[in-house]
């Protein structure tokens, strides 16, 4: 059985939830399954890297920190607070990582399942694997930021991607990525993932969307013209890689509930989110909803999320 070599990226910050995505690929793995995790490491603190360590008690894995040179980056623009030079890493896989494949995941993540299947995928001829980013695709006038020939069902979510380092370091994409992002710096809507989805624009294969289950794909309203209506609407009732934001306090979220119990049994336990759970906090927080969303009840996609997700996805609003 050949081992998968996943790559993370993160500072000490998001540590914690790297953590978390490392020990749920630990914990559902298929009892064959091998890992390699390669952290690129954005100045972690030694005792946020003992936490991860702590979990070779339980199950074995390697583990190879690379340190991240933000420096490298500078010249890319970050438009927007929430986005640090990190997100960039990505780019500098194939030069770090002395691997054939990569998968890189987002510390976002739970994996609810074997990533076996998901690593067997054939990169022959292509650059990167990935999951469609709906959210992109619909609204995020991909034609004319990238000309008409680009393929808009194929702009994917850079959450979740296999890499072919071998074919990335043979082609100098890490110079092309980076040429065309400092380029294009002012105009990028999401920095790296644009810059990704336009250089692999003729090599991208992808993936089946239970690999990269945001929560968008839980408003069937949004799918009910697509071609794949029925395939995208299954995506979450199997989803092997759930992309999420978690550990946000009162947050709405499928699959939410099942994180923090993993959380509870992990080295994390201290960082569960103290919600708000008085009345008044989840009244504060289906106000915010329905002023943003005043008529919501009046929609026909309100009842139709109802009937095809139930009551959990009602007020998903991220
Ligand atoms: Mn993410």
């Known amino acids: 059985m050949n081992t998968l070599n996943l790559c993370l990226a993160c500072d000490d910050n998001y540590a914690p939830y790297m953590g978390m995505a490392i020990f749920s690929a630990l914990k559902n793995a298929a009892p064959q399954d091998k890992f390699h995790f390669y952290i690129l490491d954005n100045k972690i603190s030694a005792a946020g890297k003992k936490k991860i360590e702590s979990l070779r008690a339980a199950y ?7 340190p991240l040179d ?19 890493g990505r780019y500098l896989i194939p030069k770090l990582i002395p691997e054939d ?21 054939d990169l022959t001829d292509y650059y990167i694997a990935g999951v469609p980013d709906y959210n992109v695709i619909f609204r995020g006038r991909l034609k004319e930021r990238f000309g008409a020939d680009f393929k808009v069902e194929e702009y994917v979510n850079s959450g979740v991607l296999l890499i072919n380092n071998q074919k990335w370091r043979a082609e100098n994409l890490f110079e092309k990525l980076l040429d065309y992002s ?21 090599h991208k294969k992808m993936l089946p969307d239970y690999y990269n289950v945001r929560s968008y794909l839980y408003k069937p309203d949004l799918f009910l013209h697509h071609p794949r209506f029925n395939e995208i609407i299954q995506a979450p009732k199997k989803a092997i890689i759930r992309h999420f934001a978690p550990w946000k306090k009162n947050f709405f979220a499928p699959h939410r509930q099942e994180y923090l119990d993993l959380m509870r049994v992990s080295p994390w336990a201290d960082h569960i ?8 906090g989840w009244t504060k927080l289906i106000a915010r909803y329905l002023g943003r969303h005043p008529f919501c009840f009046l929609l026909p996609k309100f009842y139709r999320r109802w009937y095809y997700r139930g009551s959990a996805c009602l007020f998903l609003d991220d």
């Not at 400092?182 to 336009?198: H, R, W």
């Open 60 to 66: 074995p894995f390697e583990l190879t920190y690379l």
């Open 273 to 280: 989110p103290q919600d708000d759970n008085r009345v008044w």
């Open 101 to 121: 494949k990569v998968l890189y995941l987002d510390c976002d993540v739970m994996v609810r399942g074997s990533l076996q299947d998901l690593w067997e995928t």
């Open 70 to 88: 933000e420096k490298l980056f500078a010249a890319c623009d970050v438009k927007r607070a929430q986005w640090t030079l990190s997100i960039f």
């Open 182 to 202: 400092v380029k294009n710096a002012s105009s990028l809507q999401y920095p790296d993932q644009d810059a990704i989805n336009f250089i692999c624009r003729e």
